[in-house]
């Protein structure tokens, strides 16, 4: 028995989430898994319904569940709201906190189809397969913020106010790093063995420490073989030469801007799945967000929550064979030339939400 | 009488910077702009001479010079020295704090004849005209950092050793805000008004100090059409569509990351010229490194140098046409289809340092 919590969220959220759902169901009945379907608020959605993005009862849910599917949170509605009250904070940094999720993993996968719908040139891009491994439960995100006046002693002696100081703490420890290196290293065990880890070790002591720990461990781990890189550094080869990588591991800041600037290698940012793992309970998401701006239109790729579907087969319920069955079931649909909105290049037939749902599951 | 220290440094940068001002010497001829220039020693070439890779006397003499021309530092012969001793950091990073250099000014644009060279599609690419405004005293980079043992207590009630914690302070005042963002809307009315300010202020204290400065500032200025963006999705959009950005403002390691993905708009990090400012006297340098790999061959581009110097002329003398004929000449040699090996392509005419250099100063 397979209990698996459901949450929609907002915008989007809405309309991918009962695709990825019908995908699994499908998948599930083919493969014998016996699912067991629940379905809770978070978000805006959770706000308007019960005053609070994380409810406690969605969170009791989720450590009942063997894993968790979630859409997108967050919309204009509740922009207005005070920063640590939005939903993207309250509910998803919250949600990661509370469950220990330390592991975001971001496999970062071009379909040979969607060369065209690159950025980059086609000798750059084609054959990119890769996967970042984002810590996801430390640095600037969790560490102390605070603001309080700032004030400069005048050449009288006087205490003269001058506006306000901000501080955010970035904080790593030596086991926070250890356990996502060895989750990198368990990954790339399964692929070539290779490791990028990304560090700003010139300029951060989080970074020295991060690096001290991975060369310490590689040089227990002789099959994997690792180098260190600036993030600067990586920001640039991500464009300049993307298939040198295999798995990247970083800190959580750094993470969160090269897996979505790596999500253009992809295609779009509507093709990327995410496993966040490590905790009571392994959540699965798109990479990508709540996208008002189409929310509702019936436009929005399913994809990436489909693909994230996958990656919950297999890494959940190890059925290897059934999330693969996903994977090229959606190549096929590419290779038809079918496409949402943001993967749309001339020749192709353009198709909306449920559309691209139902068509991955005639391939199933 | 324009007094300009020039310190070539480590690697390429003592390649790349006489022939940047070779190209100085016969504009300033030209234009009427009598220097006088003096040589001071920096990086890993300054640890061999003097022990020391920022001598006091270097220091001094940028204080009593209108300019500095910086070519790069570091290396692996200094690689090996504590993080705090090695030449990027206690060169680069002492320099821009002793000097008060609180901006870097980065130009990132693709001169229609590279076109070929980038990653990215023409489509994407061609036209691409920003400047990257990154604050260069704060935040991550000079906050308070240390290390401790890091220890947990145990279920007996012991303190037990898990390795070490390293702590990193990302510190923004509201002064330090305002006058980088003050720096990029005079920036920008010189240009389309336009400012992206980049943050990440649904996570960080310091971001939402720093948003809530900018639409202040905003506010105040009307004829500025300022938005706000977060820092991972603007690592996209740079790869997406460039060409939406015009003037972009942030914080030190945002700008970091951010400047060196953007130099990839450009065909090559060697094309990208910077000029640091706002302190006692403006600091002009390549944004590449000291490129160890290539060193001593001959095979460095010089043009971001050289364009470094079009920078100085503009920013620290004024002398616009001057700084126009460097680059209006640079263009000409690229449209005649010269090429350094990190812009080359099928079909162009590759080239040396000196050549390069040579080249340019023909067409001034
Ligand atoms: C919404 C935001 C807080 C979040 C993050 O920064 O982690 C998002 O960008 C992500 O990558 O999941
Ligand atoms: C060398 C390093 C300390 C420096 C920085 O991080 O600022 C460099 O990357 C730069 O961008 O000038």
């Not at 028995?1 to 949450?7: G, N, R």
């Not at 009942?64 to 967050?74: C, E, I, K, T, Y």
């Not at 905790?279 to 709540?290: C, D, I, M, N």
Request: glycine fraction near 10%; hydrophobic fraction near 45%; proline fraction near 4%.
């Amino acid at each position: 028995m397979a209990k698996i919590l459901v949450l929609p969220g907002d915008g989007i959220g809405q309309e991918i989430v009962p695709e990825a759902v019908k995908v699994l169901e499908k998948v599930a009945a083919k493969h014998g898994l016996d699912l067991q379907l629940q379905e809770g608020l978070i978000g805006g959605a959770a706000i308007d319904a019960v005053g609070k993005s994380l409810p406690d009862e969605t969170l009791a849910m989720c450590r009942q569940s063997d894993a968790v599917l979630l859409g997108a949170v967050g919309g204009p509605k509740w922009d207005t709201l005070p920063a640590a009250q939005r939903p993207e904070v309250a509910a998803l940094l919250a949600l990661r906190k509370g469950l220990g999720l330390y592991a975001n993993i971001r496999p970062c996968f071009l379909y040979p189809a969607l060369v065209d719908a690159s950025a980059l040139k086609k000798e750059i891009v084609v054959g990119t397969d890769m996967v970042v491994i984002r810590e996801l439960t430390g640095g600037l995100y969790f560490g102390e913020k605070f603001r309080e006046a700032y004030t400069v002693t005048s050449l009288s002696g006087e205490e003269v106010e001058m506006g306000e100081k901000a501080v955010d703490t970035l904080v790593y420890t030596t086991p926070e790093i250890e356990r996502i290196l060895k989750l990198a290293f368990e990954t790339a065990r399964k692929r070539s063995g290779k490791v990028m880890s990304v560090d700003k070790a010139n300029v951060l002591e989080s970074s020295r420490l991060w690096r001290e720990t991975a060369q310490r461990m590689a040089a227990d781990n002789p099959d994997i073989n690792l180098e260190s890189m600036y993030v600067d550094n990586c920001a640039m080869q991500l464009v300049r030469d993307p298939k040198q990588f295999d798995v990247i591991v970083t800190e959580n800041m750094f993470g969160d801007i090269l897996t979505d600037q790596a999500s253009m290698l992809s295609g779009s940012i509507g093709m990327l799945p995410s496993a966040s793992v490590g905790g009571e309970v392994a959540l699965y998401e798109p990479a990508h967000g709540s996208a008002p701006d189409i929310a509702g239109k019936g436009l929005a790729n399913p994809l990436a929550t489909i693909l994230s579907v996958a990656m919950m087969l297999e890494l959940t319920f190890n059925m290897t064979t059934a999330a693969d069955s996903i994977r090229n079931a959606v190549e096929r649909v590419l290779n038809a030339g079918y496409r949402t909105g943001d993967i749309m290049t001339p020749g192709a037939k353009q198709i909306g939400t449920t559309e691209m749902g139902a068509l991955v599951r005639e391939q199933l």
